[in-house]
């Protein structure tokens, strides 16, 4: 059985490097391990009882911000392992939960297996991929994405979700609605192609290719891309404390838009397919002066106004009331309402 901690601060555990604490803690790194846990922890007598609320599953604690300390157990997932399967041009790569997610991209890369090369250096871990429908320079992970096994925390049993279960939406799926706690993902399979059908349109990628003098890229050269753009604009974990884009790209419906852009005519959006448009949260947030502003020991990147750090020793009720503030500031602007990416807990 996986050893049970107690009192275990989860600062190493969060991209925020907020130092709050566990009342238990439990890393698991198989189907058994998550068997036992939940046998012998959740059941109706064990130690913490059958409330939700007293649960907590962490990857790689990249999307999540935690106000306070978690007063129950917090399993982390640590699942390893990859492999795949050929069809002809078709692959199926199959990948623990626990795995990095930009290992897997590595992975997939230098194999050649395409698909997933404009979701590099996404912070994370595959298990938590699907719940938030991860993506970025035009790619989302529903893109990929074939199926994922999932073990059933009042039961135990393990449960095969295809593409059409997790009902994928823009940041969103089953698992984030009404499946929200009930299941935690243990493999993910996702279909991709030794034929490369490379996504380049989107952000800065095109550009970037044309200042390397790449004019046939390859998945490795978008890859390296998406790679050097992503550090050139987002601060790494490793060195300050952040969780990536905080806020989500806000889509608004056409009419509203075209009243926006008349006042707004530089304002940076994306049609999308349903007519609505997609908002750059990014340039919101900028108009609004907040890019690179420090407010105690939090603040907005310098280089990325989406992104929000700890600057050492914020807490994260400092953080969420600074993103409050951004999400007032930009409404009374734009009349857009901004909604978090991120998970407080």
Known sequence: MPILQENTSLKNYNTFGIDVNAKYFAEVKSIADLKEVFSHLIAPKGLLGSKEKQLLVL????????????????????????????????????????????????????????????????????????????????????????SCQAFEIATGEIRTFT?????????????????????????????????????THYGAITTELENRHINEPTIADVSKVVSHIRVSKLPDPKTIG??????????????????????????????????????????????CGFKGKVVGETGTWKNQALVLVNHGHASGQEVYNFSEQIIKTVYTKFNVQLEREVNIL
């Open 59 to 146: 990857g790689g604690g990249s999307n999540m911000l935690f106000t306070k300390d978690f007063d129950g157990l917090v399993v982390k997932v640590s699942i390893p392992g990859i492999s795949f399967t050929t069809e002809g041009d078709d692959v199926m790569v199959t990948a623990g939960g626990g795995i990095v997610w930009n290992d897997l991209v590595n992975y997939c890369v230098d194999n050649g297996f395409a698909g997933i090369e404009n979701l590099s250096l996404i912070p994370g871990t595959v298990g938590a991929s699907p719940i938030q429908n991860i993506g970025a320079y035009g790619v989302e992970l529903k893109d990929v994405f074939h």
């Open 163 to 199: 593409y059409a279960d997790c009902k994928f939406d823009y940041r969103d799926s089953v698992f984030k609605n009404e499946l929200k706690g009930k299941y935690i993902i243990t493999s993910v399979v996702f279909h991709l192609s030794k034929k490369a059908n490379l996504q």
């Open 242 to 287: 952040n969780a990536g884009s905080f806020f989500k790209n806000p889509v608004i419906e056409k009419p509203a838009f075209d009243k926006l852009i008349k006042k707004f005519p530089e304002i940076v959006n994306y049609p999308i397919a349903n007519g609505n448009v997609k908002l750059a949260a990014g340039w919101l947030i900028e108009q």
